[in-house]
């Protein structure tokens, strides 16, 4: 399985959505689901990639998408794909070295021991373990702060044994 991991979109404007079209059909074209982890930065992304999109898609809100109108996204969510666990959460105040709180935050909230734990709000791309767990910030793709190129990120879950949960292989896309 392949997770299409985005952040921090912030289109807001019915023609700004044939940038994300074309994102969900190049970068993210081999993606199985897809995880947004906030600002989509208006209901029209929200809605696109709830009901046109035709993978499944998983998101929470972000600062941004907070109070707006229409917001039906949870601020954090965890789901199981493939026997791993992965945290979703926009990350709203995240500093380097923070992302262990965050992972802390929603183990403790969700009563879980997370594989993967996905978050944005940085627009600055990240991948690093923290002991069992994969961290992953997928950047920016159209509000980059890091002085280069937008990225998505790819995490591929390689199928598992009968005993062992699927291995995680991450990927930074630029674009």
Same mark, same amino acid.
């Given at each position: 399985?392949?997770?299409?991991?985005?952040?921090?979109t912030?289109?807001?404007?019915?023609? &700004?959505?044939?940038?994300?079209?074309?994102?969900?059909?190049? &970068?993210l074209?081999? #993606?199985?689901?897809?995880?947004? #982890?906030?600002?989509?930065?208006? &209901?029209?992304?929200?809605?696109?990639?709830?009901? !046109?999109?035709?993978?499944?898609?998983?998101?929470?809100?972000?600062?941004?998408?907070?109070?707006?109108?229409?917001?039906?996204? /949870?601020?954090?969510?965890? !789901?199981?794909?493939?026997?791993?666990?992965?945290?979703?959460?926009?990350? +709203?105040?995240? +500093?380097?070295?923070?992302?262990?709180?965050?992972?802390?935050?929603?183990?403790?909230?969700f009563?879980?021991?997370?594989?993967?734990?996905?978050?944005?709000?940085?627009?600055? /791309?990240?991948?690093?373990?923290?002991?069992?767990?994969?961290?992953?910030?997928?950047?920016?793709?159209?509000? /980059?702060?890091?002085?280069? #190129?937008?990225?998505? #990120?790819?995490?591929?879950?390689?199928?598992?044994?009968?005993?062992?949960?699927?291995?995680?292989?991450?990927?930074?896309?630029?674009?």
């Amino acid at each position: 399985m392949l997770l299409g991991v985005i952040s921090d979109t912030h289109l807001g404007r019915p023609e &700004q959505l044939t940038r994300l079209e074309r994102l969900l059909a190049r &970068q993210l074209g081999g #993606a199985d689901v897809i995880i947004h #982890a906030g600002d989509h930065d208006g &209901q029209l992304v929200e809605d696109f990639l709830e009901y !046109i999109e035709p993978r499944p898609y998983y998101g929470v809100a972000g600062n941004c998408d907070v109070g707006r109108a229409g917001c039906r996204l /949870p601020p954090r969510r965890v !789901i199981t794909l493939e026997g791993v666990s992965i945290g979703v959460t926009h990350g +709203v105040g995240v +500093v380097g070295g923070a992302e262990e709180l965050l992972r802390d935050e929603l183990e403790s909230e969700f009563n879980v021991e997370l594989d993967l734990l996905i978050f944005g709000h940085t627009h600055r /791309p990240l991948i690093k373990w923290s002991g069992h767990t994969l961290i992953l910030n997928p950047g920016s793709p159209f509000e /980059p702060r890091h002085g280069g #190129a937008g990225t998505v #990120a790819l995490v591929k879950l390689v199928k598992p044994g009968k005993l062992n949960k699927a291995r995680l292989t991450p990927e930074l896309v630029k674009l």
